[in-house]
């Protein structure tokens, strides 16, 4: 049973740049989450998608955007890249008829450097 | 606002040696409370979760957790270190219905 598979592993933009990482969700599951981790932080929780909508948001500009496929798969987008963009991006699938409180599961990440 | 504070940025224990990892929450309602453990180079994995009932819960790879309301706390336990438990560890709180808040980590070094 594959688990939360994340694509690239790792990039490398300039920027201004604009970047798309991909995110397939657990089978069975059909929300999914997107975290930014820091170096040396906890993740920050960045938006939710269920049901191809947006469902929730944190505090992140508008330069990131999701989309989310009639497979569940999921893209995140970050528009106009800034150096403190650079992190390890995060994606959690879980199940849309339980609540996130029931555990998510977390993919391997997809490491960004803006440079 | 809620928030998770974990005080120990890094623990380090000899293999053997029981730990605890502490973790404390700020939350308006009943919490529920998790702890992930992450190593070098990779996502999360859930060691554990609370939601209600036993206030003293079991996990993956020997680890328990003991939700104390009064203290706002959610210490992570384990009696006997392997050297393989050498990671960073995080504990979280489900706010509202969707999101997580986690705090900063606490990395282990396990001493041979």
């Known amino acids: 049973d594959a688990g939360v598979t994340q694509s690239p592993t790792h990039l490398i933009k300039t920027r201004g740049q604009q970047v798309t990482l991909r995110c397939s969700p657990k089978?069975?599951?059909?929300?999914v989450s997107w975290y930014q981790q820091a170096l040396g932080q906890g993740p920050q929780f960045i938006f939710q998608?269920?049901?191809?909508?947006?469902?929730q948001r944190g505090n992140f500009p508008d330069r990131f955007s999701g989309h989310q496929f009639p497979n569940y798969s999921s893209e995140l987008n970050v528009n106009a890249l800034l150096l403190g963009d650079s992190a390890l991006y995060l994606c959690?699938?879980?199940?849309?008829?339980?609540?996130?409180?029931?555990?998510?599961?977390f993919g391997s990440g997809t490491r960004l450097t803006v440079v | 606002a809620q928030s998770v504070t974990q005080p120990d940025i890094h623990i380090t224990v000899s293999e053997g040696a029981s730990l605890e990892l502490r973790c404390n929450y700020s939350?308006?309602?009943?919490?529920?409370l998790f702890w992930y453990v992450q190593s070098p180079g990779q996502g999360l994995q859930l060691l554990l979760k609370?939601?209600?009932?036993?206030?003293l819960v079991q996990g993956i790879k020997g680890f328990e957790a003991e939700f104390k309301r009064s203290q706002s706390s959610f210490n992570l336990r384990k009696p006997s270190v392997h050297w393989s438990d050498a990671a960073e560890y995080f504990c979280?709180?489900?706010?509202?219905?969707?999101?997580?808040?986690f705090g900063t980590g606490t990395r282990l070094k396990v001493l041979a």
């Open positions: 959690a699938s879980s199940r849309g008829d339980t609540t996130a409180n029931y555990g998510y599961t």
């Open positions: 998608y269920y049901e191809e909508e947006e469902r």
């Open positions: 609370y939601f209600s009932g036993d206030t």
């Open positions: 939350y308006g309602a009943t919490p529920y």
């Open positions: 089978s069975g599951h059909d929300t």
């Open positions: 979280a709180v489900g706010e509202g219905t969707y999101k997580y808040i």
